[in-house]
């Protein structure tokens, strides 16, 4: 089954504004990674973080793993509208084989 | 961008009919996966590669069958294509070190349309 939920389904925001999207998933993990899909596109790996971390930065990213409530967050600051996508959580699990599960995915919308 | 092509890229079947979608990678990765993408449901698992004849199932495996005969190469066969099976499909290939799953690159997809 789908291992991550992401919250919320949507978001719509202000450039310039921060954006926050939450994963949780149900069971333990290796690592966690945001990916981030364009229209039509494929999608594309932004930021992994493994188990063991709390905290990573990428750029304008900042993504936060607490695995003692199964939750991850993603924070996009100063966004703008190039940053208008979907992002998705997807995680490897130790007890589901090689398999890279995904969430359902957050609607980001940034306007003008 | 990661070597990761799909073909076809848009295909049109009717019911009934046998359909083989490829992923070719240029990057020797060892793990492949496919997935479909539907609205509400996100990407779900089909099936998966993690070695040349290793294939195991994934979430929504039933109509789907797969093969790699070569590192390079990963298809997906719908059987008997239903109406149920039109979606978008996505190869992905990653590698793991450690034990541990890296970053996936993703190929553009294949838009699949059962009439």
């Known amino acids: 089954s789908q291992q991550g939920e992401e919250d919320p389904q949507a978001l719509s925001i202000q450039e310039g504004e921060n954006a926050t999207m939450n994963c949780s998933y149900k069971?333990?993990?290796?690592?966690l990674q945001w990916y981030r899909q364009n229209s039509g596109r494929g999608l594309v790996h932004l930021i992994l973080?493994?188990?063991?971390?709390r905290e990573k930065h990428s750029g304008r990213l900042r993504v936060t793993l607490d695995t003692s409530k199964k939750s991850s967050s993603l924070l996009i600051t100063a966004s703008r509208a190039a940053d208008t996508a979907s992002y998705f959580c997807?995680?490897?699990?130790?007890?589901?084989?090689?398999?890279?599960?995904f969430g359902k995915g957050t609607s980001l919308l940034v306007t003008p | 961008d990661a070597g990761i092509t799909q073909s076809p890229r848009h295909k049109v079947t009717e019911t009934g009919t046998p359909v083989t979608l490829r992923c070719h990678q240029t990057?020797?990765?060892?793990?492949m996966y496919w997935y479909r993408q539907d609205p509400g449901h996100g990407l779900r698992l089909i099936h998966y590669?993690?070695?040349?004849?290793?294939?195991d199932k994934g979430e929504v495996s039933d109509g789907y069958s797969v093969s790699r005969s070569k590192t390079e190469d990963f298809l997906l066969t719908l059987e008997s294509a239903t109406s149920s099976q039109t979606s978008v499909y996505f190869c992905?290939?990653?590698?793991?070190?450690?034990?541990?799953?890296?970053?996936?690159?993703f190929g553009q997809g294949t838009r699949l349309t059962v009439v």
């Open positions: 992905a290939i990653s590698e793991r070190s450690g034990g541990i799953g890296t970053e996936a690159f």
């Open positions: 069971t333990s993990i290796n690592n």
């Open positions: 973080i493994r188990s063991n971390e």
């Open positions: 997807a995680t490897d699990a130790p007890n589901s084989g090689y398999a890279l599960n």
């Open positions: 990057e020797n990765h060892r793990y």
């Open positions: 590669s993690y070695g040349v004849k290793d294939t």
